[in-house]
């Protein structure tokens, strides 16, 4: 359940419990603590008021059997007096005694006191008579019975005050009992609120501190440090190192946009300059014709004949920028089918072949076995090849050999691979320009269009490959294009 | 009786090009019939005089998607055909390997006649009308 519930939702349950049990369990305290001491008050005090009525009860009895005791002995009437004094008292203290009492028992022994003293008080007043009848003998005979009176009296005293104790012993007992059950409900609270700080806890340090602590690591450069003090600060700095990465990536978006603009703009112009181009080379092929044919018929001289040939030259040149421009300007669009590449290469030396003729560049193919499969466009491949041939072969300019090795190699980063390496006997590229070979418009030649090294470069990379410039002992021009053998998306 | 005569249909969307190769084939004894569009081309070849061979840019306007070698072989699956197309275009044309032969434009006209006639030859079409000698174009 807990994983459909929110951070916010955890963390305020939590508080909620936390403040909820501490609440409760000081309230309950302070309610229980007051009534407890409430009762005990009531009890105590009330048990006590009834232990000392019991107590001047008894007390108030005694003296009066004293009084008696001496009043029979000398005959003063004094001791009378203070027999009244003293039988008043009793009846205070059973007042006090019978407004104090709430149990039934405690009603029925004060009953019984009271019921024993009225007869304890007519026989002691018909034996004070005697006595001051001057029958000491009928008086002192009757006398006994009194004493027995008296100990009932004094009997029901001392089960009154019995009660009373045992009455101050329950209240006792009561409160010890009240105060253990508070104390257990002490614990209680106190356990379930060291469960929800324990959660409380936890729940902030998983959810909050520790998340705080790992992405306050994240921030800032270099290795991920061990300690990073206060998670909140370091993450302050990593919050306005992250802002100023955002302005930096809203520049540089809006850079890229002006760069897109600026592209699209460029790509429409290209689009446009591929349709002069094509136009352009229709006629341009047209006139390369006639003058083909136009050759045929004519007796020219000497001059004529060099003016006609840079004529025939120019235009052809003419032809070849339209046709390299135009291949440049075609959108990456690779027709893949399963294709070897020592097939590719048969096929565009064979289509080369009169090319390599015209040159009188020999090409060797140094083959172990023939190449593997792999998935990629043969017509560009032919184009690539064809390229690299063409540029060998105005390299070299008056004859040379051209070497094609081919082998399988596991390329890192790459897996298993299937290589060119395309050697040419001529003079090489000077290493000043080397690295700008494969730009495009680059050309160390005059008649060159700088784009068949561009578009070779193109083809490969395309394919997923790499095509790199080697410099290898006692050859010109070295090329080494590698070819993932993919497998089939 | 009359004799047999050699048929070439010349595909090309510029008509200065069409013009030119009509030349060169009739000054060969060749009948040369012209096509502006694939619709044309197929139309010679379903006359009842069809072509002994094709020469076609593959430019050439379709009036559907298929290219026009398709179109041809679809018709004439034994009819030669030499694709006479633009430098690098020739290579990655899709029916290129439909083709007998394959020659960049802009060259001059006897490489294409010398194909031509060797296509002819292979064929016995040119043993068979007797109008087409070697000499014919070497002589040039």
Same mark, same amino acid.
């Given at each position: 359940?807990?994983?459909?519930?929110?951070?916010?939702?955890?963390?305020?349950?939590?508080?909620?419990?936390?403040?909820?049990?501490?609440?409760?369990?000081?309230?309950?305290?302070?309610?229980?603590?007051?009534?407890?001491?409430?009762?005990?008050?009531?009890?105590?005090?009330?048990?006590?008021?009834?232990?000392?009525?019991?107590?001047?009860?008894?007390?108030?009895?005694?003296?009066?059997?004293?009084?008696?005791?001496?009043?029979?002995?000398?005959?003063?009437?004094?001791?009378?007096?203070?027999?009244?004094?003293?039988?008043?008292?009793?009846?205070?203290?059973?007042?006090?005694?019978?407004?104090?009492?709430?149990?039934?028992?405690?009603?029925?022994?004060?009953?019984?006191?009271?019921?024993?003293?009225?007869?304890?008080?007519?026989?002691?007043?018909?034996?004070?008579?005697?006595?001051?009848?001057?029958?000491?003998?009928?008086?002192?005979?009757?006398?006994?019975?009194?004493?027995?009176?008296?100990?009932?009296?004094?009997?029901?005293?001392?089960?009154?005050?019995?009660?009373?104790?045992?009455?101050?012993?329950?209240?006792?007992?009561?409160?010890?009992?009240?105060?253990?059950?508070?104390?257990?409900?002490?614990?209680?609270?106190?356990?379930?609120?060291?469960?929800?700080?324990?959660?409380?806890?936890?729940?902030?340090?998983?959810?909050?501190?520790?998340?705080?602590?790992?992405?306050?690591?994240?921030?800032?450069?270099?290795?991920?440090?061990?300690?990073?003090?206060?998670?909140?600060?370091?993450?302050?700095?990593?919050?306005?190192?992250?802002?100023?990465?955002?302005?930096?990536?809203?520049?540089?978006?809006?850079?890229?946009?002006?760069?897109?603009?600026?592209?699209?703009?460029?790509?429409?112009?290209?689009?446009?300059?591929?349709?002069?181009?094509?136009?352009?080379?229709?006629?341009?092929?047209?006139?390369?014709?006639?003058?083909?044919?136009?050759?045929?018929?004519?007796?020219?001289?000497?001059?004529?004949?060099?003016?006609?040939?840079?004529?025939?030259?120019?235009?052809?040149?003419?032809?070849?920028?339209?046709?390299?421009?135009?291949?440049?300007?075609?959108?990456?669009?690779?027709?893949?089918?399963?294709?070897?590449?020592?097939?590719?290469?048969?096929?565009?030396?064979?289509?080369?072949?009169?090319?390599?003729?015209?040159?009188?560049?020999?090409?060797?193919?140094?083959?172990?076995?023939?190449?593997?499969?792999?998935?990629?466009?043969?017509?560009?491949?032919?184009?690539?090849?064809?390229?690299?041939?063409?540029?060998?072969?105005?390299?070299?300019?008056?004859?040379?050999?051209?070497?094609?090795?081919?082998?399988?190699?596991?390329?890192?980063?790459?897996?298993?691979?299937?290589?060119?390496?395309?050697?040419?006997?001529?003079?090489?590229?000077?290493?000043?320009?080397?690295?700008?070979?494969?730009?495009?418009?680059?050309?160390?030649?005059?008649?060159?269009?700088?784009?068949?090294?561009?578009?070779?470069?193109?083809?490969?990379?395309?394919?997923?490959?790499?095509?790199?410039?080697?410099?290898?002992?006692?050859?010109?021009?070295?090329?080494?294009?590698?070819?993932?053998?993919?497998?089939?998306? | 009786?009359?004799?047999?005569?050699?048929?070439?249909?010349?595909?090309?969307?510029?008509?200065?090009?069409?013009?030119?190769?009509?030349?060169?084939?009739?000054?060969?004894?060749?009948?040369?019939? @012209?096509?502006?569009?694939?619709?044309?081309?197929?139309?010679?070849?379903? #006359?009842?005089?069809? *072509?002994? &061979?094709? +020469? $076609?840019?593959?430019? @050439?306007?379709?009036?559907?998607?298929?290219?026009?070698?398709?179109?041809? #072989?679809?018709?004439? *699956?034994? &009819?030669? +055909? $030499?694709?006479?197309?633009?430098?690098?275009?020739?290579?990655?044309?899709?029916?290129?390997?439909?083709?007998?032969?394959?020659?960049?434009?802009?060259?001059?006209?006897?490489?294409?006649?010398?194909?031509?006639?060797?296509?002819?030859?292979?064929?016995?079409?040119?043993?068979?009308?007797?109008?087409?000698?070697?000499?014919?174009?070497?002589?040039?």
């Amino acid at each position: 359940m807990g994983a459909y519930l929110s951070l916010r939702t955890k963390i305020f349950l939590l508080l909620a419990g936390l403040v909820g049990v501490n609440c409760v369990g000081a309230a309950s305290t302070l309610w229980y603590t007051y009534s407890t001491q409430k009762l005990y008050k009531i009890e105590l005090s009330r048990g006590i008021s009834s232990l000392i009525a019991a107590q001047d009860l008894e007390t108030a009895l005694i003296m009066q059997k004293g009084y008696t005791t001496y009043f029979f002995l000398d005959g003063d009437i004094q001791w009378l007096e203070s027999l009244k004094e003293h039988q008043l008292g009793f009846r205070v203290g059973m007042e006090r005694a019978e407004n104090a009492a709430s149990s039934e028992r405690e009603k029925q022994v004060l009953q019984k006191i009271s019921d024993s003293y009225i007869k304890f008080s007519i026989q002691r007043e018909v034996v004070i008579e005697l006595y001051k009848e001057g029958n000491e003998k009928a008086g002192a005979a009757k006398h006994w019975e009194v004493r027995k009176q008296f100990h009932v009296i004094y009997t029901f005293c001392e089960e009154y005050k019995q009660i009373q104790e045992n009455r101050i012993d329950l209240a006792h007992e009561a409160y010890r009992h009240r105060g253990r059950v508070l104390a257990g409900f002490s614990l209680v609270a106190v356990f379930l609120a060291v469960i929800c700080g324990f959660l409380l806890g936890f729940l902030i340090y998983q959810e909050i501190l520790e998340p705080l602590r790992r992405l306050a690591r994240l921030g800032g450069e270099g290795p991920k440090r061990k300690g990073v003090g206060n998670e909140v600060q370091a993450l302050g700095n990593r919050f306005d190192s992250l802002l100023q990465d955002v302005d930096q990536a809203h520049m540089e978006l809006e850079q890229s946009r002006e760069h897109l603009i600026q592209a699209e703009k460029l790509a429409m112009v290209g689009k446009l300059s591929a349709g002069v181009a094509h136009s352009i080379r229709n006629p341009l092929t047209s006139v390369k014709m006639r003058l083909f044919s136009l050759e045929r018929s004519l007796d020219l001289n000497d001059i004529q004949r060099e003016d006609f040939e840079v004529i025939s030259e120019e235009i052809g040149h003419l032809n070849t920028i339209v046709g390299n421009f135009l291949e440049f300007a075609r959108p990456p669009r690779l027709r893949t089918q399963r294709t070897s590449l020592s097939e590719v290469v048969d096929m565009t030396l064979q289509l080369a072949q009169h090319r390599l003729e015209s040159y009188g560049v020999e090409a060797i193919v140094q083959r172990k076995l023939k190449l593997p499969s792999l998935i990629a466009d043969p017509d560009q491949l032919k184009e690539f090849l064809m390229n690299l041939i063409m540029n060998a072969c105005e390299a070299m300019g008056d004859g040379g050999k051209l070497f094609i090795k081919e082998e399988s190699a596991d390329i890192k980063g790459l897996g298993p691979c299937a290589t060119l390496r395309i050697c040419d006997t001529g003079p090489g590229i000077p290493p000043n320009i080397a690295p700008k070979v494969f730009e495009p418009f680059f050309s160390s030649k005059e008649e060159g269009t700088g784009l068949g090294l561009s578009i070779a470069s193109r083809i490969i990379t395309e394919h997923g490959g790499i095509l790199r410039m080697e410099h290898e002992e006692g050859m010109g021009a070295c090329f080494y294009a590698i070819l993932p053998l993919k497998e089939e998306e | 009786m009359l004799e047999p005569e050699i048929t070439i249909c010349v595909a090309d969307p510029n008509p200065r090009v069409r013009e030119l190769l009509r030349r060169e084939f009739s000054s060969l004894g060749c009948t040369v019939i @012209l096509a502006r569009t694939s619709q044309e081309v197929v139309e010679a070849c379903l #006359s009842s005089s069809p *072509p002994d &061979l094709v +020469v $076609v840019d593959p430019e @050439l306007s379709c009036a559907d998607s298929d290219p026009i070698l398709t179109r041809i #072989s679809m018709f004439m *699956p034994k &009819l030669p +055909v $030499v694709l006479h197309a633009f430098p690098g275009e020739a290579l990655n044309h899709p029916a290129a390997h439909k083709a007998a032969a394959i020659l960049e434009k802009g060259e001059s006209t006897n490489r294409l006649k010398d194909v031509v006639f060797r296509i002819l030859n292979e064929r016995d079409v040119v043993t068979r009308t007797n109008k087409w000698k070697r000499k014919d174009i070497t002589a040039e």
